[in-house]
C-alpha cells in the first residue's frame, strides 16, 4: 500500500475524483455532502491494475480549511495535485502547492479534471509551469473527467507508476503517528487514526502518547483488522484505558523513549529569510499545528518556541503558516530537538554560526563534538544512531577532561596530605561528570580506583609516618595491646590520621580508636584455634594477652569477616573447628 494525498483549490473535483476512483464516499459528514464541499479529511482506497493498493487522504480545498488541509498532507509521502481544466490555477491552487513544496513533497502527480468543459491543454501548461520551480518539478500529469471516465484508467496507470517510484518506507524506524482523528466505537473504546510512514505498528505495542505510556488493543488497517502493520499504510489503533477527551488531532503515537518531547528548537528555513519571517507563526508538522515564536538566528535559520510539547527528530521537515495573512512563509528543517541557552552576550551570533555549518542530518559525531558529553539514549531519542552504549565522549573533550582530572587529583593530594586519595564521587562534581565511571574512563595510570577512591600512590607526611611506625613497633612487641587514646594522641593519631594509616594498609583499625597491625586478624585466628572449642570471651582475652577493650572488637571483626561464629549460649566458635 502506499498513500496518496489531494491538494488544489476548492471545487476542483478532489472528492469528486476520489469517489470516482475508488467508489467510495470520502466526505464523511453530512454538511459537507449538503454543501457539496470538503470541509474536513475524508478518506478512500482502491486496488490499482498492478494489484497494489493506494489509499487517498482526500483535504478541503477552501482557504478556510487550510489547517485541515495540512493535517491531511503532514504525514503521507505522495500528492496528487488537482487543477480544474475550465477554471485553471487559483489561489488555493498555489497555496497548496506552497505547502508541498514547504514539506519537501518530491513525488506528486498533476491531474487536470473537468476535461470534459474545457480543452485540459492550457492548465496543464499553466500547472506544470508552477510546478516546475518546486520540489515536485518533472511530475506526470494526466487530464481527466470523473463525470464520463475519460483518463480514470491512465490515471490509475500514473498512480502505478508513482506508487513504484515511491522510496521504500524505513520500516526499522521507531513508529511516530500523527493522529487525525480520534472517536469511540462501543464495546472497544477509544480508536485513533493516522498514516504510518516509517515503521512496524503491532497489535499489544506499548507506545507512548503525550509522554504517558499506553497500549494498543487492537488494529485496522483499510477496514480489516490486523495483528501487524508496516509503513507506509492507513491505520486505526484502538487504546486500552485512554478516554477520547484525552487526544486531539496533532497528538502523536510513539515508540517509547525513541523520540524527544520538545518546546524548543533550531530550524533551517526554506522560503522567506529567517528575519523577515513574522514574531508568530503557525508550525504543521504531521497532522499537528501548533502556535510558535520566531527569534531569527542569521539569515536562514532560527529558534522556534512552541505552545506546547512534540515528539521530533533532527532532520523533520515542517511547515510555518502565517495565519493572519493566509499564506506560507516556507518550510523548515529540524537542525536541533535540544538546543544550548542563549544567555550571554554574544551566544545568539556565535550560535548562527554554529548552526550554518549543520544540514539536518543525524550525525553523532557531529552532536558529540558540539555537546561535548551525551548519553546514547538522548542522541536516540534526537533521531541519531549512537556510535556506543552509555556516556559518550567528544574526543577533544575527553582529552581536555582526562588532562584536568589529572590537575584536580593533584590539587586533592596537596591539600589533603594526611588522606591524599580523592574520593571518586568528589572529583565527578569537581569536573561537572554525571557519572562516576566517567572518572574511572579518565584516569590514566599510575592513577586508579581502589574502594570508590583514586589512588595517588602519595607517601603519608614524614611526621606521621613516624608516629605510625612508633605504633607498629609497640604492636610488634604485644600484636593485641592497642594503644591507648591518650597516646594516640600524645604521638598526633587522630581519627583521619589512623583511617590514613588503615588505607595504606600500615594498620588494621577494627574500631574507632582501635588499632593492631594488619595480620592481626590472622594472627588471632592461629591463637584462638589452640583454645577448646567453643570458647568464651574470657579465654580469648586471656589467648590474646589482651583486655576485653581489644577482645570484644577483635571478636566482632572476626565474625564479620566469617572466620568465627557466635553460638546462642554467647560462646564463640572458631569456622571450620568443628
Known sequence: ?????????????????????????????????????????????????????????????????????????????????????????????????????????????????????????????????????????????????????????????????????????????????????????????????????????????DLELGGAPVRVRGLQSLGTAVSAVDAVARVAVNLRGVDRSAIARGDALVAPGRFVRTDLIDVRVHGDPADGLPSAVVLHIGSAAVPARVRPLGTDTARLRLDRQLPLHIGDRALLRDPGLHRVPGGVTVLDVCPPPLQRRGAAAARALELSTMDGTPDAAGELRRRRLVHADELTRMGVTPPAPGWLLDPGHEAALRTRLAAEVRAYADAHPVDPDPPVDAMARRLSLPDRGLVERLLTPPLAVHHGRIGTGRRLPERLQRAIDTVRADLARSPFAAPESDRLSALGLGPKELGAAAKAGLLLRIADGVVLLPDAAEVAAERLAGLPQPFTLSEARQALGTTRRVAVPLLEFLHRRGTTRRLPDGRHRLEGSG
Not at 498514516?195 to 512496524?200: C, D, F, H, I, N
Open 1 to 205: 500500500m502506499w498513500v496518496v494525498a489531494t491538494a488544489g483549490h476548492v471545487d476542483h473535483g478532489k472528492s469528486t475524483l476520489v469517489r470516482a476512483l475508488t467508489g467510495m464516499e470520502p466526505d464523511r459528514w453530512a454538511e459537507e455532502r449538503r454543501r457539496g464541499m470538503t470541509i474536513d479529511l475524508g478518506f478512500a482506497w482502491t486496488r490499482l491494475p498492478s494489484g497494489a493498493t493506494v489509499a487517498f487522504v482526500d483535504v478541503p480545498g477552501h482557504e478556510r480549511f487550510v489547517p485541515n488541509m495540512l493535517a491531511g498532507v503532514g504525514p503521507v509521502p505522495a500528492a496528487m495535485l488537482i487543477v480544474a481544466a475550465d477554471e485553471g490555477w487559483k489561489p488555493q491552487s498555489a497555496e497548496h502547492l506552497a505547502a508541498l513544496d514547504a514539506l519537501g513533497v518530491r513525488h506528486a502527480l498533476l491531474v487536470v479534471t473537468r476535461a470534459d468543459l474545457a480543452d485540459p491543454a492550457p492548465a496543464t501548461r499553466q500547472a506544470l509551469a508552477e510546478l516546475a520551480r518546486t520540489s515536485a518539478a518533472d511530475v506526470e500529469a494526466v487530464a481527466v473527467s470523473a463525470v464520463t471516465g475519460a483518463g480514470l484508467d491512465d490515471l490509475r496507470a500514473a498512480l502505478d507508476r508513482l506508487g513504484a517510484a515511491l522510496p521504500p518506507p524505513d520500516l526499522d524506524a521507531p513508529v511516530r503517528l500523527w493522529i487525525d482523528r480520534a472517536f469511540t466505537i462501543k464495546g472497544s473504546g477509544t480508536v485513533v487514526t493516522g498514516t504510518l510512514g516509517a515503521g512496524r505498528l503491532t497489535a499489544e505495542a
